[in-house]
């Protein structure tokens, strides 16, 4: 699939070593086209770096645009991905972590993914190598692929497909790939939710609320993206794909105060 079809939105606070990394690993994908959209809420416009200003010249070279935006002051971690969403136009929109490497088929796997299978969103687990030697039988259990076509789910806390949120620790992804075997190009598989690189049918997103519950949280919060896919999931179903063509950085994490969930504060409430 061509990447006309596809908006890549990349939050980034603070972290512009990364984010070159990030977009360098856009800029090599096979697929072309596609338009990256960043939203920036560091102290230092990110802009500015050497090193992103060139991941950005790569990008727009190769037939990428890119449009860095400015999103200050800080209202959290929902709003900046509503905010995303909001200058999103395009059929597909995947949500990517400033901290995240691609391989260079990701994106045509992911978008081709979707469009077979006509669900509400795909995505990648990402895999920390850091963690390659150290396998995890017992949280690989609730691993269970789609027999036919994506369907709705409602998962909640209190249930089995709950569980399934250790698949994507450490390197799972990984070593469920070597397990389940490499014999096609992907394997769509159950979740509860995915995090750092998600891609969504646009419009079944903004049907589902999208990100619009950030007014109803408290400013520090983490779990955004796990309410937005578990509101897409209960009416248009999701998948994990594997194997996994996504790499986290393993940078510390930005998201320190962690007490409010929005599980709790939206879906709860």
Not at 140 to 165: K, M, N, T
Not at 222 to 251: I, N
Request: glycine content about 8%; some cysteine.
């Amino acid at each position: 699939m061509h990447g006309s079809e596809l908006d890549v939105l990349v939050p980034t606070k603070d972290r512009p070593g990364a984010l070159a990394v990030t977009l360098a690993g856009l800029a090599a994908q096979t697929a072309g086209g596609f338009r990256v959209v960043v939203s920036d809420q560091s102290a230092r416009p990110v802009a500015e770096d050497p090193l992103v200003a060139a991941a950005v010249r790569i990008l727009e070279h190769r037939g990428s645009p890119v449009e860095p935006l400015r999103n200050v002051p800080p209202k959290g971690l929902a709003e900046q991905r509503q905010f995303l969403l909001d200058r999103a136009r395009r059929r597909f929109a995947l949500y990517l972590d400033d901290d995240v490497w691609l391989e260079p088929d990701a994106l045509a796997t992911l978008t081709g993914a979707l469009a077979e299978l006509r669900c509400g969103f795909v995505g990648y687990a990402l895999h920390g190598l850091s963690h390659r030697e150290d396998v995890r039988p017992h949280e690989l259990a609730s691993y269970e692929e789609w027999a036919g076509p994506v369907r709705p789910e409602r998962v909640r806390r209190d249930q089995p497909a709950w569980r399934r949120h250790t698949l994507h620790n450490a390197a799972n992804p990984l070593h469920l790939a070597a397990k389940v075997g490499a014999d096609r190009a992907w394997r769509a598989y159950k979740v509860a939710w995915i995090g750092g690189c998600v891609l969504y049918d646009r419009e079944r997103l903004v049907e589902c609320g999208g990100f619009g519950f950030w007014r109803s949280v408290p400013r520090a919060h983490a779990g955004e993206d796990v309410v937005a896919q578990l509101r897409v999931m209960e009416r248009y179903g999701g998948a994990g794909l594997l194997p996994s063509r996504a790499y986290h950085l393993e940078l510390p994490t930005t998201v320190v105060d962690r007490r409010a969930e929005c599980y709790d504060h939206v879906l709860e409430a």
